[in-house]
Structure formats: C-alpha cells, structure tokens
C-alpha cells in the first residue's frame, strides 16, 4: 500500500529550487584559459635619456611621466661631438643624436628632418626675402662655429678673418653685430633666438637629421618602453 502522500505513479518529488533539465554550474578554475594576468612592474629607473642641442623630446617625455609615473626618466644634455662617448661610457641609456653615427656600436630610429637657415644679423639685406639661395649668399663672410653640425660649403662665401668661434651661440652673438652669416638647422636658430637676428630657410639646401640611438649590446630595458613612445604605441600594445 502507497504511503499517504506520495505521488500517483511512484515519481518522486524534485528538489527545491532545481529546474528540470538544468545543469548546474561548475565554479572556474584558477588559471583557467582568458584569465588576465598580472603586469610585471616596469624595471628600475632611472631611465637616462641624452638630448643635443636643439632635439625637442618634451612630448615624450610627457607619455613617459603618464604610463610610468614610478620610473624616473633623467634628461641628459648633450654636446654632438660628445654624444657617441656618452653612449659607450654609460652616461645615458640612449640618446637623441644627430647623425651619422658608428651603426656599428649603436642602433638608430631616424625621427625626423630639421630644415637648415641661414642667421644673419636683422637689418641686413638677406630679410627682404622669404626663402634664400645660394646665390643670395655670394660674397657673404659665412661663419662656422666649432661645433658645427650641417658641415655648411657654400661657394661664393668668404671666410672670417677671424678665429672660428666654439659654439653655434658665440656664432650667433658675432652674427648680431652685423659680421657674416651662420647656417644652423633651424631649431638651433630657435633656441639661441635673439631680437636683433633674423633667419630664413636656405632654398636647396641637405636637411639635418635628428635620430635615436642605443646600444647593440647590454641596453637597458627601458629602452623597448621608450622605442614604444616614439612609435606611436599604446600602453596596451605589444612590441612590434
């Protein structure tokens, strides 16, 4: 005899709260596939950038400050005729230069072309116009500093009669008494701007490079995270 209660057909009762046919849900497993996993740390600054004379790196020096706040990046000015020496005796990470450099000792991002002035003292005849030639220069005292970094050989321009200055500064100081002509890139033209000196592109004329080197050997490993920022990467993307 059936016990008093049970169903018609001996089926038994379901179990509170369980749908029929439901499958229940097994918890994840850790480490299981699409798990993020944890971002290492960046490594131990500080990170020491060179930059010569005239090189603009603010922009990126600003991504850096932003995506690695806890990693110091130092800023490391630069002479050109020092800027390999810099490189090989450890003094900076990586540099922003002015080629040519030794390829073999260092790789090189070329970043972008400056376009090369002319400096000249502000009353001379050369403002009149926009853009200068070579012909526009002819009989001109062409100044050329020590440190010089376009290598300028103009003809018809005549030498100083004096020693040629050490710096592209000097050069320009002596420009502004109205004595000669300097020809720069033109962001040299920029930081050493005075009121009393003009300068107008040189029509024709090579253009000077700015790059981005370091070491073949032993570089630091900030140097990827850096090379990201110059090329454009997010902070998500992989190395390319």
Same mark, same amino acid.
């Given at each position: 005899?059936?016990?008093?209660?049970?169903?018609?057909?001996?089926?038994?009762?379901?179990? /509170?709260?369980?749908?029929?046919?439901?499958?229940?849900?097994?918890?994840?497993?850790?480490?299981?596939?699409?798990a993020?996993?944890?971002?290492?740390?960046?490594?131990?600054?500080?990170?020491?950038?060179?930059?010569?004379?005239?090189a603009?790196?603010?922009?990126?020096?600003?991504?850096?400050?932003?995506?690695?706040?806890?990693?110091?990046?130092?800023?490391?000015?630069?002479?050109?005729?020092?800027?390999?020496?810099?490189?090989?005796?450890?003094?900076?990470?990586?540099?922003?230069?002015?080629?040519?450099?030794?390829?073999?000792?260092?790789?090189?991002?070329?970043?972008?072309?400056?376009?090369?002035?002319?400096?000249?003292?502000?009353?001379?005849?050369?403002?009149?116009?926009?853009?200068?030639?070579?012909?526009?220069?002819?009989?001109?005292?062409?100044?050329?500093?020590?440190?010089?970094?376009?290598?300028?050989?103009?003809?018809?321009?005549? /030498?100083? /009669?004096?020693?040629?200055?050490?710096?592209t500064?000097?050069a320009?100081?002596?420009?502004?008494?109205?004595?000669?002509?300097?020809?720069?890139?033109?962001?040299?033209?920029?930081?050493?701007?005075r009121?009393?000196?003009?300068?107008?592109?040189?029509?024709?004329?090579?253009?000077?490079?700015?790059?981005?080197?370091?070491?073949?050997?032993?570089?630091?490993?900030?140097?990827?995270?850096?090379?990201?920022?110059?090329?454009?990467?997010? /902070?998500?993307?992989?190395?390319?």
């Amino acid at each position: 005899m059936a016990g008093r209660g049970a169903p018609k057909g001996g089926k038994k009762p379901t179990r /509170a709260g369980t749908a029929r046919g439901a499958t229940a849900k097994r918890p994840a497993k850790s480490g299981s596939a699409g798990a993020k996993k944890p971002t290492p740390p960046p490594p131990a600054g500080p990170f020491r950038l060179g930059a010569i004379p005239g090189a603009t790196p603010g922009k990126w020096i600003d991504i850096w400050q932003e995506r690695m706040p806890r990693t110091v990046l130092e800023l490391v000015p630069l002479e050109v005729a020092a800027q390999e020496e810099a490189l090989r005796s450890g003094q900076v990470d990586a540099a922003l230069v002015r080629p040519p450099v030794d390829t073999d000792s260092w790789h090189l991002i070329r970043l972008y072309e400056e376009t090369v002035v002319v400096a000249f003292s502000a009353d001379s005849h050369l403002a009149a116009g926009e853009e200068l030639t070579v012909e526009d220069l002819e009989g001109e005292v062409l100044i050329v500093p020590a440190d010089d970094v376009v290598d300028p050989h103009v003809a018809g321009t005549a /030498a100083p /009669a004096f020693a040629a200055p050490s710096t592209t500064a000097d050069a320009i100081e002596i420009v502004a008494s109205g004595v000669g002509i300097v020809i720069v890139p033109m962001s040299l033209a920029r930081l050493h701007h005075r009121k009393d000196v003009e300068y107008r592109p040189l029509s024709g004329a090579a253009t000077a490079p700015v790059g981005f080197a370091w070491p073949r050997e032993d570089a630091s490993p900030l140097v990827d995270a850096f090379i990201g920022i110059l090329r454009g990467r997010t /902070a998500q993307s992989s190395r390319d």
